[in-house]
């Protein structure tokens, strides 16, 4: 069971940008896909942006496409999200997570979370 933790989170003014990171520990990491996810209180956890085990395919959500960039450091076991250009609807719960798939944007095909960490974009 891969563990995975979060962090990089806080409290930025909108158009402001800010890096998640994700590390991970446990067998064979840099052979799962991964993913971010996020979750405002009373909404349903939503997809933000996957990337394979090897790094060669992303995909992202329409809402962060062009502004969000996943990406993977193997060798440091650890999954990053670049956001930049950060709006107030993007204040939530950022959770990364893997999978034994090479990539996926459906949440019941991820086996492994993080805690969370929030991030708060004022307007």
């Known amino acids: 069971q891969v563990q995975l933790v979060e962090s990089g989170g806080g409290l930025v003014q909108a158009g402001g940008s800010l890096r998640l990171s994700c590390a991970a520990s446990?067998?064979?990491?840099?052979?799962?896909?991964a993913g971010w996810f996020r979750q405002t209180p009373g909404k349903e956890r939503e997809f933000v942006a996957t990337?394979?085990?090897?790094?060669?395919?992303?995909h992202y959500d329409d809402s962060v496409k062009g502004r969000f960039t996943i990406s993977k450091a193997n060798a440091k076991d650890t999954i990053y999200l670049q956001m930049n250009n950060l709006k107030p609807e993007d204040t939530a719960v950022y959770y990364c997570?893997?999978?034994?798939?090479?990539?996926?944007?459906?949440?019941?095909?991820?086996?492994?979370w993080g805690q969370g960490t929030q991030v708060t974009v004022s307007s």
């Open positions: 446990g067998p064979v990491f840099s052979t799962y896909g």
């Open positions: 997570a893997a999978t034994a798939l090479v990539a996926s944007f459906k949440e019941r095909e991820y086996n492994a």
């Open positions: 990337i394979s085990r090897f790094g060669d395919y992303t």
